[in-house]
């Protein structure tokens, strides 16, 4: 089956830097998304990968392995508002979108 | 531009009760599909569509009918609704289907839904 596998939740300091991990299993493979999501509102677009490699967008870097099903999404210098839930989705083959339950990021002062 | 909306932003229903969710795009996308979000899960698709006329069943379409009579429009209809429908539904729409590096699906903002 398809599965999109991230932790629950995280907590980081403000000013520092945290990784979230993503693990999947979809039938065929055409990319990673990161989405962010502000408690009450819609997702909203992080970052996408589809080959190997670390992609660096400002404070955001979002990193696939596709050999091992694996991605993981980079925040630096974080800021307060940075707390949010942030959501591993992974496209199959017939360009469905999987997502995950989302990894809600707790960020203290 | 207003991209994606949603009609209404939050509702509450007697179990029983039917009601229609509009979703309305101005991109001219030919994609539209809509989620539901439970706590505790990812986005669920329940119905989508390729085009004008056309919609096709998503993960989870049991309880739920759609109609996208125009092409702007995405109409999710609920016909007896009950408890397990309470949810956040989301209508999203996309130029195509691949992925072009940047934003694939433009989602609207939502609409919180109970059904008591």
């Known amino acids: 089956g398809q599965n999109i596998d991230q932790p629950t939740e995280m907590t980081a300091t403000e000013g520092a830097i945290v990784q979230i991990n993503c693990t999947y299993q979809t039938s065929g493979f055409n990319g990673l998304f990161w989405y962010q999501q502000h408690a009450g509102e819609a997702p909203t677009f992080l970052s996408y990968n589809v080959l190997d490699g670390l992609e660096e967008k400002g404070r955001f870097s979002s990193f696939l392995s596709r050999s091992k099903g694996y991605s993981y999404l980079l925040l630096k210098e974080l800021q307060m508002k940075d707390s949010a839930s942030y959501l591993c989705v992974a496209m199959d083959s017939n360009y469905q979108l999987i997502w995950g339950a989302g990894t809600k990021l707790i960020i203290k002062p | 531009n207003a991209g994606v909306t949603q009609t209404p932003k939050f509702r509450v229903l007697k179990t029983g009760q039917s009601m229609t969710l509009l979703c309305a795009q101005d991109?001219?996308?030919?994609?539209m599909y809509w989620y539901r979000q439970d706590p505790g899960m990812g986005l669920r698709l329940i119905h989508y569509s390729v085009g004008e006329g056309t919609t096709a069943k998503g993960e989870v379409p049991d309880g739920y009918n759609v109609s996208r009579l125009k092409k702007q429009n995405f109409l999710l209809g609920l016909e007896s609704a009950a408890p397990s429908q309470t949810s956040v539904y989301f209508c999203?729409?996309?130029?195509?289907?691949?992925?072009?590096?940047?934003?694939?699906?433009?989602f609207g903002p939502g609409t919180r839904l109970l059904v008591l």
């Open positions: 991109m001219n996308h030919e994609y």
């Open positions: 999203a729409s996309s130029l195509s289907p691949e992925p072009t590096g940047q934003e694939t699906q433009y």
